[in-house]
């Protein structure tokens, strides 16, 4: 079977067992191909992440394609069907950590890239990467760093497509038009250990922070709009005691995240938080993250234009969602750029087995190439 460029290219990446923060010379290999187009690169690296901001043109509106090497651990080996940093195809499927998050996505940008440039190598406007190996981990280092450093130097980025997998049941059905932000705490309830036959000398955390979190988890905190769902409480840990049945337990320290609409701010979220264990009249410590500002692209040029390519290559009209997790375009929006997220189907994404359609993934290359001649060629 004859592999394409962009298959091979995805392969070849894939072959980089680039577990976050390591980039294992994925960049080195996108710096190659793009070195010929006329990009200058530029290597952003902080701390122990390694970025990359490369651009070709000199005026003009800029699009960005934006993305990760880092891929998730793969987990216990022997339990995938092939050597996850293989890359091996069969029956139509590539097969590896990162083929369908992200380094799928980025061998079709580059390859998109490279067409479109051939066809039109005095096209109008700018072309730029933003690549990072920080997003499947802290994100400190990453994208954010990059942005902060670009808004010192007065550098701007108009569009941005961020190769996210946002495809549900086919290529293209869905575009991430904006996403939830995110808000985590610890909220550590404060009582004291004792005896458990002599509750007299004692307090129970436990006892306490029972009436605290049910009304933490039963609290309304808006309606959501038209394009965000409301925002959604979910616990993810609940600790006490001290493993023993004698004990009454001095602490309970309770784990949980937010994804929160535009409807609310953070700051209203921590506030009612506090307020309603106060109410309780409770002990209380708080340890808060936020992990990302919620935000949307409005239904202008970049929207269109991507609405338009997927159609001309899939006859299908894709959803505009806000829908799943956070990703590295909460970073990329705040600076006034038009941000989407398209990408192959999610299905497979941080399992064992983790594939993509070869067919698929070389028809998203068509879509991200019609979509730098739907920006700069008009």
């Given at each position: 079977?004859?592999?394409?460029?962009?298959?091979?290219?995805?392969?070849?990446?894939?072959?980089?067992?680039?577990?976050?923060?390591?980039?294992?010379?994925?960049?080195?290999?996108?710096?190659?191909?793009?070195?010929?187009?006329g990009f200058a690169a530029d290597d952003l690296h902080q701390a122990d992440?390694?970025?990359?901001?490369?651009?070709?043109?000199?005026?003009?509106?800029?699009?960005?394609?934006?993305?990760?090497?880092?891929?998730?651990?793969?987990?216990?080996?022997?339990?995938?069907?092939?050597?996850?940093?293989?890359?091996?195809?069969?029956?139509?499927?590539?097969h590896g950590r990162g083929a369908a998050d992200m380094k799928g996505s980025i061998a079709a940008m580059v390859t998109a890239t490279e067409r479109f440039i051939t066809k039109h190598p005095n096209h109008s406007g700018r072309i730029g990467y933003l690549i990072t190996s920080d997003e499947e981990g802290p994100a400190l280092h990453g994208t954010k760093a990059v942005m902060e450093k670009l808004a010192q130097r007065d550098e701007t980025?108009?569009?941005?497509?961020?190769?996210?997998?946002?495809?549900?049941?086919?290529?293209?059905?869905?575009?991430?038009?904006?996403?939830?932000?995110?808000?985590?705490?610890?909220?550590?309830?404060?009582?004291?250990?004792?005896?458990?036959?002599?509750?007299?000398?004692?307090?129970?955390?436990?006892?306490?922070?029972?009436?605290?979190?049910?009304?933490?988890?039963?609290?309304?905190?808006?309606?959501?709009?038209?394009?965000?769902?409301?925002?959604?409480?979910q616990f993810s840990n609940v600790h006490a005691g001290t493993g023993v049945t004698n004990?009454?337990?001095?602490?309970?320290?309770?784990?949980?995240?937010?994804?929160?609409?535009?409807?609310i701010t953070d700051t209203q979220i921590r506030e009612r938080v506090e307020a309603i264990v106060a109410k309780h009249k409770v002990q209380a410590?708080?340890?808060?993250?936020?992990?990302?500002?919620?935000?949307?692209?409005?239904?202008?040029?970049?929207?269109?234009?991507?609405?338009?390519?997927?159609?001309?290559?899939?006859?299908?009209?894709?959803?505009?969602s806000t829908s799943g997790g956070t990703s590295d375009g909460r970073f990329i929006a705040p600076s006034g750029a038009q941000v989407i997220e398209l990408g192959p189907i999610n299905a497979t994404i941080h399992q064992v087995d983790e594939k993509i359609s070869m067919a698929d993934l070389d028809q998203l290359s068509e879509i991200y190439e019609s979509v730098l001649e739907n920006l700069l060629l008009n």
């Open positions: 079977m004859t592999i394409s460029a962009t298959n091979q290219l995805a392969i070849e990446l894939i072959r980089c067992p680039s577990v976050t923060p390591l980039d294992e010379g994925c960049q080195e290999l996108i710096k190659a191909r793009l070195a010929p187009l992440v390694k970025n990359l901001w490369a651009t070709r043109g000199d005026n003009g509106p800029i699009i960005v394609f934006a993305g990760h090497t880092d891929v998730v651990p793969t987990g216990p080996v022997e339990q995938w069907q092939h050597p996850p940093f293989a890359g091996h195809t069969q029956d139509g499927y590539l980025i108009d569009y941005c497509i961020v190769g996210e997998p946002t495809s549900s049941n086919s290529l293209g059905d869905t575009i991430k038009v904006g996403r939830r932000g995110s808000i985590n705490c610890v909220l550590t309830i404060i009582g004291q250990q004792g005896h458990i036959a002599y509750p007299q000398l004692a307090d129970n955390a436990i006892h306490r922070a029972l009436a605290v979190l049910e009304e933490i988890k039963n609290t309304e905190w808006d309606a959501g709009n038209k394009q965000f769902p409301p925002t959604n409480l004990v009454i337990p001095g602490a309970l320290a309770a784990t949980f995240n937010l994804r929160f609409s535009p409807e410590k708080f340890e808060w993250t936020l992990s990302g500002q919620p935000f949307q692209t409005q239904y202008a040029d970049l929207v269109q234009a991507v609405e338009k390519a997927i159609e001309k290559h899939t006859d299908k009209k894709p959803e505009l």
